[in-house]
Nanobody, 125 residues
Framework: QVQLVESGGGLVQAGGSLRLSCAAS????????MGWFRQAPGKEREFVAA????????YYRDSVEGRFTISRDNAKNTVYLQMNSLKSEDTALYYC??????????????????WGQGTQVTVSS
């Protein structure tokens, strides 16, 4: 089992930055694809970014490309999401996910075995 705990969310003005962290415990995540998803009120959970287990393959949803950066520190068992130039439409509960199932797609929620509880990001305009 893997436990994931997100942190770093908060209230920020449009144009500002936040850095989210996802700390894992229970077992190493060094061999796991890791993802970030978000869910705004009344909307479905959507893919934000993902990184392969060595960080060699990185994916972003189009609307955050160039503004968000996903990274990982396997030695610290932690994944990060640096968010710059934040917009009001980035407001959501952000979730960390781990453990891409065999044959699963990195941008599909059901592809991941483990989830954190989420951290709230609110961007004021």
């Amino acid at each position: 089992q893997v436990q994931l705990v997100e942190s770093g969310g908060g209230l920020v003005q449009a144009g500002g930055s936040l850095r989210l962290s996802c700390a894992a415990s229970g077992r190493t995540i060094s061999t796991y694809t890791m993802g970030w998803f978000r869910q705004a009120p009344g909307k479905e959970r959507e893919f934000v970014a993902a990184t392969s287990w060595r960080g060699g393959r990185i994916y972003y949803r189009d609307s955050v490309e160039g503004r968000f950066t996903i990274s990982r520190d396997n030695a610290k068992n932690t994944v990060y999401l640096q968010m710059n130039s934040l917009k009001s439409e980035d407001t959501a509960l952000y979730y960390c996910a781990a453990g891409l199932r065999s044959g699963g797609s990195y941008d599909y929620t059901r592809s991941y075995a483990y989830w954190g509880q989420g951290t709230q990001v609110t961007v004021s305009s």
